[in-house]
């Protein structure tokens, strides 16, 4: 089955700053990759998303790239503010039923 | 547009007894799936429903069982629980077809003792 690794475990940036975090996926089946944001005593919630048909996707402060061939995608918030502080998961799909999840990272912007 | 909201949001259960867990899914959402998110780990795949019928399932015994009802709301059952079945159980609805974007509820925190 389908194995996703996520790094790093944490991460502290300062207010401004951008944070990246990567991904990286055993099967070359999945072809959707998304990117969730937990906060604590909440569920998981989409904040981006890519197909393997794209390369590259911007979302303002967000944004996420794919390489196929090496089988990584990473997930980049430029100009950071404390309420992005929070837990993030990236998943990896081939089939639409079954997203399998990387052990997150927990970001934590200081003012 | 009403959410995923799932109940109840925290129970302690002891070692052997049963629990069900409800989840009702987002308006216009036909698919429900369930997740058991272990404490510092991502969530894992336990089942999918579609049409009241499992489409799908992770490597979870069969003491996890589920139902989806005709208005798609569903029920997670574990039978048996043991220590390890501690964990955030969370609720996902979807449309089936194309990479749906998952929809989650806040989940429920089970606590066996």
């Known amino acids: 089955g389908e194995n996703v690794e996520q790094h790093p475990s944490t991460l502290s940036v300062q207010e401004g700053d951008s944070a990246v975090i990567k991904c990286t996926y055993s099967?070359?089946?999945?072809?959707?990759f998304p990117w969730y944001k937990q906060e604590l005593g909440k569920g998981p919630q989409l904040i981006i998303d890519i197909r393997s048909n794209v390369g590259e996707k911007k979302d303002q402060r967000i944004a996420v790239t794919l390489n196929k061939t090496a089988k990584h995608f990473s997930l980049h918030i430029t100009e950071t503010q404390p309420e992005d502080s929070a837990v993030y998961f990236c998943a990896a799909s081939n089939t639409g039923n079954q997203f399998y999840f990387g052990t997150g990272t927990s970001l934590t912007v200081i003012p | 547009e009403t959410g995923v909201t799932q109940s109840p949001t925290h129970l302690i259960k002891t070692r052997g007894q049963q629990v069900t867990l409800r989840c009702s899914s987002q308006?216009?959402?036909?698919?429900v799936s369930w997740y058991q998110q272990a404490l510092g780990q991502g969530p894992q795949f336990i089942f999918q429903?579609?049409?009241?019928?499992?489409?799908g399932r992770g490597n979870f015994p069969p003491r996890f069982s589920g139902l989806q009802f005709p208005n798609y709301s569903s029920e997670l059952n574990v039978n048996a629980l043991e220590l390890d079945d501690s964990a955030l159980y969370l609720c996902?609805?979807?449309?089936?077809?194309?990479?749906?974007?998952?929809?989650f509820g806040e989940g429920s925190r089970l606590t066996v003792l």
């Open positions: 996902a609805s979807s449309s089936i077809g194309d990479h749906g974007e998952l929809f």
């Open positions: 099967d070359s089946a999945s072809n959707y």
């Open positions: 429903y579609y049409r009241e019928e499992e489409n």
């Open positions: 308006s216009g959402h036909n698919t």
